[in-house]
C-alpha cells in the first residue's frame, strides 16, 4: 500500500498553519502542564510557567524555559513535517502488522 498525498500534505498543511486549525502555543502549554515536572510537593496545585524557570549552566543563564519550548516545538513541527513529505508515494506496508 501506498501512502496517500493528500492526506499527508493536509496533515502537514495544518501542522504549518496552526493559527487556522489550533492553537500551538496552548498545545505547547497543555503539554507543559501535562508533564508535571514544573512543580513540588510545596507549590501544591500550582504549577511553574515556562516563562518563570531559567536554565543555567555554571552558574550562568543560559535561556528561559519558554524560549528554550517554544524553540524546540517549531522545531519540532517543521521536521515531522518534513517526516511527512518524505512518505509521499513510498510503500508503507512495513509499518503495519500482519494480520495472518
Not at 492553537?23 to 510537593?41: G, Q
Amino acid at each position: 500500500m501506498k501512502s496517500n498525498k493528500k492526506t499527508l500534505m493536509a496533515f502537514k498543511s495544518m501542522l504549518e498553519n496552526e493559527q487556522e486549525y489550533y492553537d500551538f502555543e496552548e498545545m505547547i502549554s497543555t503539554i507543559v502542564e501535562e508533564t508535571k515536572l514544573l512543580k513540588n510537593k510545596e507549590m501544591g496545585e500550582h504549577t511553574l510557567s515556562t516563562d518563570e524557570c531559567g536554565i543555567e549552566w555554571d552558574g550562568k543563564e543560559v535561556c528561559n524555559l519558554d524560549d528554550f519550548v517554544s524553540s524546540f516545538a517549531n522545531i519540532f513541527v517543521q521536521k515531522i513535517g518534513n517526516m511527512l513529505e518524505s512518505f509521499v508515494g513510498e510503500e508503507i506496508n512495513c509499518y503495519f502488522e500482519d494480520e495472518d
